[in-house]
């Protein structure tokens, strides 16, 4: 295998897990200062100006944060629990197209660690994994609020993995493909799939609130009546993996999102673009484009969080399977006899 290759796959590998690990970070400072916003105060201002160094405070604080192993717990299950939330958090990240080939030289050199003919398929089966950290942390701990919040975890996350599977297949009998870049490549401009599946993108939203584990679906969180879910055993850095797990898993999905129905880094003009800025350039002109949809849904993520109340368990079973199932399989009906019509006429 050609070296140059590998070298040039390890440098998008380290560059996108840097930007992850950054963007995990600065959440919890954007998290505080939206709550604080949305709730007339203003967060964090002590740590540097405006509070911008608080991220690295906390970091600082969770590393030097004595570590503590329950007696009664599966000790190593109880250690290898939030690094495989953190793992599988991150290595979704490798099949999402962060822009355009980039021409360096003579050598043109993409913007995507591994373009995969079953990219969704991946994705899908990365974010199944993800609940595994979930549910060996609960259970480990040997708490019961813990492995409470890890049955809920659970039971959540299969219950809304299949409204977003069913919400993709009405996008797949349009794209007729499984590969991401594909996906991306048919947006081009403003040719977005949002505007041929508005239901779908919303169905895949609200799942996308159910599997992060975030409010109005922090069930498995839900302090009100079990401590703090299944890391309440958890301290130090042990605790801080899974805090950055649940930020990755939001970057995640918002990048997702962006990319299966927002154009991922398509935008208007972009042909223009491209001759103006050239072909080294206007790549990274399109992946900032990518970052600022990014950036606009995870602050919907955390403008939903500070504005609507958790739902009863109850309440959320039944919207997952009497009413988000219902609407993914009327979307899909929708969609193959509008196809079907289209290419009989």
């Known amino acids: 295998m050609d070296t140059g290759f590998i070298i040039e796959k390890f440098i998008l590998v380290a560059v996108i897990f840097g930007i992850s690990l950054v963007v995990a970070m600065y959440s919890t400072y954007a998290e505080r200062k939206v709550a604080a916003y ?10 540097g100006p405006f509070g911008i160094l608080q991220p690295l405070a906390d970091g600082v604080k969770m590393f030097m944060k004595e570590e503590i192993i329950p007696a009664s717990s599966s000790k190593w299950l109880f250690i290898i629990g939030p690094g495989l939330a953190l793992l599988c958090a991150c290595i979704g990240t490798a099949v999402i197209p962060w822009g355009s080939p980039m021409v360096i030289g003579d050598k043109v050199v993409p913007l995507q660690v591994a373009d995969i003919n079953v990219g969704v398929l991946y994705i899908f089966g990365v ?20 492995l409470l919040s890890a049955i809920r975890a659970a039971s959540q996350n299969i219950s809304y993995e299949i409204a977003m599977g069913l919400s993709i297949i009405a996008l797949l009998l349009m794209t007729n493909t499984l ?27 609200v799942c996308s609130f159910a599997e992060t584990n975030r409010a109005p679906f922090d069930l498995p969180e839900c302090e009100t009546e079990l401590i703090g879910g299944y890391h309440t055993e958890y301290s130090s850095m042990k605790l801080g993996f899974y805090l950055f797990a649940e930020y990755i898993n939001m970057f995640v999905s918002s990048a997702v999102m962006a990319t299966l129905y927002f154009g991922g880094y398509n935008y208007p003009g972009m042909d223009s673009m491209a001759v103006w800025l050239g072909p080294t350039w206007a790549p990274l002109f399109g992946t900032a484009v990518f970052f600022g949809k990014i950036v606009f849904f995870i602050f ?26 219902p609407l993914a399989i009327a979307n899909i009906i929708i969609t193959g006899v509008v196809i079907a019509i289209i290419e009989k006429f």
Do not use: C
């Open 179 to 205: 590969s991401l870049k594909t996906i991306v490549e048919q947006q081009h401009g403003l040719n977005w799939n949002v505007w041929y599946q508005p239901l779908g993108f919303l169905i895949f939203m």
């Open 38 to 47: 949305l709730q007339d105060r203003l967060g964090p201002d002590r740590a």
């Open 127 to 146: 974010v199944s994994l993800g609940v595994y950290g979930v549910m060996i942390g609960g259970w480990a701990s040997n708490n019961k609020y813990s």
């Open 300 to 325: 919907f993520f955390m403008w939903v969080r500070w504005t609507i109340p958790r739902f009863r368990y109850d309440q959320l079973m039944n919207l997952g399977w009497k009413g988000l199932i």
